[in-house]
């Protein structure tokens, strides 16, 4: 995320045509990239007519669906702070994940699909998210906090399921040493809508 970060942010600060414009270029390189890892490996979905067609579907709606929703973070007089919380947000969970795993992690939070990913360092990354929220939004967005930052982790832990199962590193190498869009907005894709429905029905 945080390579890529700063576009995005000025994208959200632009907002607009800007927005949908990002928004519509990480969607495209991002529906190539899960149509290599379908077609890399034993993803299924692919194997036959009837399943290709559903594998095509789903990958073609998936990032535009779920990443739209910043957009709709953006929309509004507070959409503004609203949307830059969001992304502070699901940075902060994973910097202060990673350094706390790498520093601190014992426990291995699920290593079959990414074994570099702790309990220790998820905690931490909780609390950061949790910490960002209330900066953000006052102590009444702790809860939000925490709730943006699980989605985080999911979203992360569910783009390695799909590497894991394509049997490759990463989705892509539009970033060289970074890999591809998948491997830098995986977090957000999924905290993006649980940020929105959440504001939307909570503050």
Not at 39 to 45: A, D, F, K, L, Q
Not at 49 to 68: D, H, R
Not at 76 to 97: F, I, K, Y
Request: hydrophobic share 55%.
């Amino acid at each position: 995320m945080l390579v890529g970060g700063p576009l995005i942010v000025l994208a959200v600060y632009a907002g607009g045509w800007w927005l949908i414009g990002a928004l519509a270029a990480i969607s495209g390189v991002g529906f190539a990239e899960i149509l290599y890892l379908y077609g890399h490996g034993t993803m299924p979905g692919f194997e036959r007519p009837l399943g290709y067609g559903v594998g095509f579907t789903a990958a073609l709606l998936y990032i535009p669906v779920l990443l739209g929703h910043l957009y709709l973070l953006r929309a509004g007089p507070e959409g503004l702070l609203r949307a830059l919380v969001t992304l502070a947000v699901v940075w902060s969970t994973d910097v202060v994940a990673f350094f706390a795993g790498r520093y601190l992690g014992r426990h291995k939070l699920a290593p079959r699909l990414s074994p570099g990913k702790t309990v220790e360092g998820a905690i931490a990354g909780l609390v950061a998210g949790m910490a960002v929220a209330v900066i953000g939004f006052g102590p009444a967005g702790a809860l939000f906090g925490l709730t943006v930052a699980i989605a985080a982790v999911v979203g992360d832990l569910f783009e390695s399921w799909l590497k894991r199962r394509a049997r490759v590193k990463d989705s892509g190498t539009i970033l060289p040493g970074h890999g591809g869009v998948l491997d830098r907005f995986d977090s957000l894709f999924l905290a993006a809508p649980v940020a929105y429905w959440f504001l939307r029905l909570h503050l």
